[in-house]
């Protein structure tokens, strides 16, 4: 992020203001016409100051309107073609996903350590030696096998850090990378503040070698939802492609309160770049010792992990409680609002808008959720076990096939044609062109049952799924 003197305005804002002072005639979109008419069911909640500002002459910018999914789908077009080749973690995010599908690229999976005792994924971390080499092992290995079949790479993706804040060590696999001419991209959605610390400056992407690193500053960094950033390092990746792709994906129209938003976000952390997060560190520091402290509730920390400290993941199984039961009697009896939660635990997340009233009601809240529930077995999710589904088309083929819905205990076996998907955080847990299993049905049963939600499916009651009718190519398993 470019971090100018920190006595500029803000260019963007000051346009903004700028053009909504002038008296002008406005015979162009958006037809509300600068708040004149605006609806009033929406008007009279949020006033007529927002229209005012909203207009779409702007001037070139890499400002992402379409969120960090729009940066991922674009930093995989310019990279890969056509039956390219993209080494990526299973555990990716949907929306890479969505960009094998644009490209045609076929993804080659690495590995993703899993913790069965929290039901999160680590990312890539060690199961053995130390994080950055089992890192680059696997990346390594997946090149070498890429090799072996006359193939290679076209780039690779990485998410750091996860949606639970677990960032890898990026540092070795940029050398691994760059020493084949292999670009590095960074799904970094969830740390566009680690640079802004002293803890966590060197967990951040482009400080570890990233040629691309796509951020929602949106979630930590102040601006408004939808709004994030994509950065480019280095000369690997062709920076007009780049802007050829995020011109395809994106809207002709992008909101100018988007865009000011994210320009107002990076001056703010200008003023004081290395001590705006001092605060809320401190804030999720006496949290993390406060909450450690409740009979029956335990905070994960592993101190063979470098992770996000802003990031409070919570298990609730010690007190007979999936974390979609615990947090709805958190949400509804305390008002506590979480990021997410899963099978296991909740995800609270300390930001720069947080007071020590809020950690007091957050803990206070759990003191009342300990105290009311007794410590007993729970009929626990089983986590899913490491291996990937079965690969029997791409998924740009399985995308394109014909389809077909068949009963949800009548589709094991079959291709699955829709993307199968908890949200959040957005991970998948199958893709179109993999073959459903039982234990992915077992799973996905228990999880609605818990009160979980899932995404991308045609049927939200899961009593069918969309499967491929007629495939297009039989690869007989994994890429």
Same mark, same amino acid.
């Given at each position: ?44 909640? #949020? ?6 500002? &909203? ?32 080494? #990526? ?27 069965? &005792? ?12 130390? *994080? ?23 780039? !690779?993706?990485?998410?750091?850090? %996860? ?39 060197? *967990? ?6 990233? +040629? ?29 492609? #780049? ?7 994106? %809207? ?44 029956? #509730? ?9 992770? +996000? ?21 958190? %949400? ?10 899963? %099978? ?15 950690? !007091? ?17 729970? +009929? +626990? ?72 939600? !899932? ?17 297009? !190519? ?6």
């Amino acid at each position: 992020m470019f971090i100018p003197d920190s006595k500029e305005s803000p260019p963007l804002v000051s346009r903004l203001k700028a053009v909504a002072a002038r008296n002008d005639v406005y015979f162009q979109f958006p037809s509300h016409n600068q708040g004149r008419a605006a609806p009033s069911s929406l008007s009279s909640i #949020i006033g007529v100051q927002p229209f005012i500002y &909203d207009f779409t002459t702007f001037p070139a910018t890499w400002f992402l309107v379409g969120g960090t999914t729009c940066g991922i789908q674009a930093s995989i077009l310019a990279t890969c073609s056509p039956g390219d080749t993209l080494i #990526i973690q299973r555990q990716a995010h949907k929306s890479a996903f969505s960009g094998l599908v644009l490209s045609g690229a076929i993804p080659k999976y690495i590995n993703t350590e899993f913790d069965f &005792d929290w039901d999160i994924p680590y990312g890539i971390t060690p199961s053995q030696a130390t *994080l950055s080499s089992f890192h680059a092992w696997q990346v390594e290995k997946a090149i070498k096998e890429l090799d072996a079949e006359g193939k290679k790479a076209s780039a !690779v993706f990485i998410t750091s850090p %996860t949606y639970n804040g677990i960032c890898s060590n990026l540092e070795d696999i940029f050398d691994l990378c760059h020493s084949r001419n292999i670009p590095l991209i960074v799904d970094e959605a969830h740390g566009a503040h680690l640079r802004f610390h002293r803890s966590s400056s060197h *967990l951040s992407a482009l400080h570890q070698g990233a +040629d691309i690193s796509i951020q929602s500053t949106h979630k930590v960094l102040g601006s408004l939802t939808q709004s994030s950033m994509l950065h480019l390092s280095g000369k690997i990746v062709d920076r007009e492609r #780049i802007s050829q792709c995020l011109q395809t994906l994106q %809207t002709t129209s992008p909101n100018y309160l988007l865009l000011a938003s994210l320009d107002a976000a990076r001056a703010q952390i200008s003023e004081q770049p290395q001590s705006i997060f001092n605060k809320p560190f401190e804030l999720a520091m006496v949290a993390k010792v406060l909450v450690e402290a409740i009979p029956g #509730i335990t905070v994960f920390n592993s101190s063979t992990l470098e992770a +996000d400290p802003l990031r409070l993941t919570v298990g609730v199984w010690k007190l007979g409680l999936s974390g979609f039961e615990a947090n709805e009697i958190l %949400t509804k009896d305390y008002g506590l609002i979480s990021e997410v939660a899963g %099978t296991r635990s909740i995800l609270f997340v300390v930001n720069l808008g947080t007071s020590k009233d809020d950690i !007091v009601r957050l803990v206070s809240g759990l003191k009342h959720l300990s105290e009311t529930h007794i410590s007993i077995q729970v +009929d +626990d999710i089983h986590p899913l076990t490491e291996t990937t589904p079965s690969m029997r088309l791409s998924p740009r083929d399985a995308f394109f096939a014909s389809k077909k819905k068949v009963r949800f205990e009548e589709s094991i076996g079959e291709v699955c044609g829709e993307l199968i998907c908890p949200f959040p955080p957005g991970i998948p847990l199958l893709v179109p062109g993999e073959v459903i299993t039982e234990e992915v049905l077992s799973y996905l049963l228990k999880l609605k049952n818990k009160g979980g939600f !899932v995404i991308g499916v045609a049927d939200s009651t899961l009593s069918s799924i969309v499967v491929c009718g007629n495939p297009i !190519v039989d690869f007989g398993g994994e890429l």
